[in-house]
T-cell receptor
Framework: EPEVTQTPSHQVTQMGQEVILRCVPISNHLYFYWYRQILGQKVEFLVSFYNNEISEKSEIFDDQFSVERPDGSNFTLKIRSTKLEDSAMYFC???????????FGQGTRLTVV | KNEVEQSPQNLTAQEGEFITINCSYSVGISALHWLQQHPGGGIVSLFMLSSGKKKHGRLIATINIQEKHSSLHITASHPRDSAVYICAVRDQGGSEKLVFGKGTKLTVNP
């Protein structure tokens, strides 16, 4: 069964460092998403991406964040200068159409120290 | 802005019991999702529905659009059903994002 893959599963980084979280969405999907879940809190939307551009973003997704689809398979989330409050589980998701089932990856746990 | 509320927050059951988890939302939606999150953190999609009822194995999801309410039922619960069950909605009007509830932590004891 096709699945969304995320790497790494866990990343520890120093405050102020740049991190790149990687995702390989399901191959025929067109919509890609990043969500995050701070420990003990609900999952929050960060950004959606369609047709090689951001289609929607939340207020959390400020200038420190960027997304890219550098080739036909990868979808990345970059945090330019990490803060302690960026520590969270980051989930990538993809869907075939906008109002269809979304498939989630296993998540990357980011710890900023 | 949609507010998604789930109840109960925590639920403990004995194996074999019938489980119901509730979700309500405040603004009209185009779809509602039920998701399962295991202790390792990964999220698995269980159902997406916009009306009526769906069934998959021992899981049943219903939605009442007029009342802005959905329920997830688990029949003949099993310890392997222990997980956090999350309701998430997509607003009407073309928004692509899912708005999540806080989740219901289910523990099924043998």
């Amino acid at each position: 069964e096709p699945e969304v893959t995320q790497t790494p599963s866990h990343q520890v980084t120093q405050m102020g460092q740049e991190v790149i979280l990687r995702c390989v969405p399901i191959s025929n999907h067109l919509y890609f998403y990043w969500y995050r879940q701070i420990l003990g809190q609900k999952v929050e939307f960060l950004v959606s991406f369609y047709n090689n551009e951001i289609s929607e973003k939340s207020e959390i997704f400020d200038d420190q964040f960027s997304v890219e689809r550098p080739d036909g398979s990868n979808f990345t989330l970059k945090i330019r200068s990490t803060k302690l409050e960026d520590s969270a589980m980051y989930f990538c998701a993809s869907s075939n159409l906008v109002n269809t089932e979304a498939f989630f990856g296993q998540g990357t746990r980011l710890t900023v120290v | 802005k949609n507010e998604v509320e789930q109840s109960p927050q925590n639920l403990t059951a004995q194996e074999g019991e019938f489980i119901t988890i509730n979700c309500s939302y405040s603004v009209g939606i185009s779809a509602l999702h039920w998701l399962q999150q295991h202790p390792g953190g990964g999220i698995v999609s269980l159902f997406m529905l916009s009306s009526g009822k769906k069934k998959h194995g021992r899981l049943i999801a219903t939605i009442n659009i007029q009342e802005k309410h959905s329920s997830l039922h688990i029949t003949a619960s099993h310890p392997r059903d222990s997980a956090v069950y999350i309701c998430a909605v997509r607003d009407q009007g073309g928004s692509e994002k899912l708005v999540f509830g806080k989740g219901t932590k289910l523990t099924v004891n043998p």
